[in-house]
């Protein structure tokens, strides 16, 4: 059985990564690892700087890892807070892992990209696999530098390293950590607990999401898959729903007719406006057999199942 390090393993992904890959593999043989503490996890959990190379060095050598889920980044909306932060140290966790992994240390990584490295002058329609690439955040312009990065690893020093363009993710788990695509996620949070919602993005900004059991289940299985199969080296186009806030507002009041939703547009409207509304992964679905699973109805029906929980508020849902 492989041993599996998961870095940024308190995040938004990460936290329900690690516990489907403990529920396939075994708890000992998959450590989680962050920053800082959740308090989320057992012995098999380590604290980890990412950007300390020597540090994850010995990290995967004591447990002697042999794949490793890079998730650690500073996202889209808190980047633009910190620009030369945010490179320096998306950038500095990514070339540790590669160097790692050209030694040998690691024999299968995952790193994740985002449809942030899209941009003005992208097809926003059915976004190809290949296509104009010219992202206008950090987030964006790390992520299109990191996919250049790992294609050149694969090419020059044969490192399996595998990668998708994740959408927004939407989770009721774990709260999201400052992204652009966040309010698909607060949104359930305040119908639940305010029965009102204002909306940092406009009415009618379309972006393309997918619920995380959706990306959990995309990210093993590229993973699982044939490397021969991967035609493409750098980052796959994954896809699921693509929705408006509108939208979103509408399919929740099924279920909580009385919700109410305004807009009052900030700085995340711009980056949005600057991304695609849909996106083309039938490459994916060609080498992996990539195809989602829930589309916007299930998937706000199950969020709202499971966040009524936590609020006590099932008798509010309309089901």
Do not use: C
Request: a negative charge; hydrophobic letters at 40%; charged letters at 25%.
């Amino acid at each position: 059985m492989q041993k599996i390090l998961i870095i940024g393993a308190n995040g938004q992904i990460g936290s329900e990564l690690v516990s489907e890959l403990r529920r396939e593999n075994g708890d000992h043989n998959v450590i989680a690892s962050d920053i800082k503490s959740s308090g989320n996890f057992d012995k098999y959990f380590v604290f980890l700087d990412a950007t300390d190379k020597e540090a994850v060095r010995q990290t995967l050598i004591k447990y002697e890892i042999s794949e490793v889920y890079l998730l650690a980044a500073i996202l889209s909306a808190n980047a633009e807070k910190m620009p030369g932060n945010a490179w320096h140290i998306n950038m500095s966790i990514l070339f540790n892992a590669l160097e790692l992994a050209k030694e040998g240390l690691i024999k299968k990584l995952f790193w994740p990209s985002s449809i942030a490295v899209f941009g003005p002058h992208t097809p926003r329609i059915k976004t190809p696999q290949i296509t104009i690439m010219d992202p206008n955040t950090v987030y964006g312009i790390s992520k299109l530098a990191g996919e250049r990065w790992i294609e050149y690893y694969r090419d020059h020093y044969d490192v399996d390293v595998r990668s998708v363009r994740y959408p927004g993710i939407i989770s009721w788990k774990t709260k999201p950590g400052g992204g652009t695509t966040d309010y698909a996620v607060e949104i359930f949070h305040e119908a639940l607990t305010k029965g009102h919602y204002t909306s940092f993005l406009d009415a009618n900004t379309r972006l393309p999401m997918m619920y995380m059991p959706d990306a959990i289940k995309a990210t093993i299985q590229i993973m699982k898959a044939d490397k021969d199969a991967l035609q493409i080296h750098n980052s796959y186009n994954i896809a699921a729903v693509s929705f408006t806030p509108e939208e979103l507002a509408q399919s929740i009041q099924k279920f909580l007719p009385d919700f109410r939703i305004d807009y009052k547009p900030d700085f995340r409207q711009t980056i949005a406006e600057s991304w695609p509304e849909s996106i083309d992964d039938s490459q994916a679905y060609k080498d992996w057999q990539w195809q989602h699973q829930y589309d916007l109805e299930m998937m706000v029906r199950d969020m709202l199942l499971h966040l009524s929980k936590k609020y006590h508020k099932e008798a509010d849902l309309v089901l």
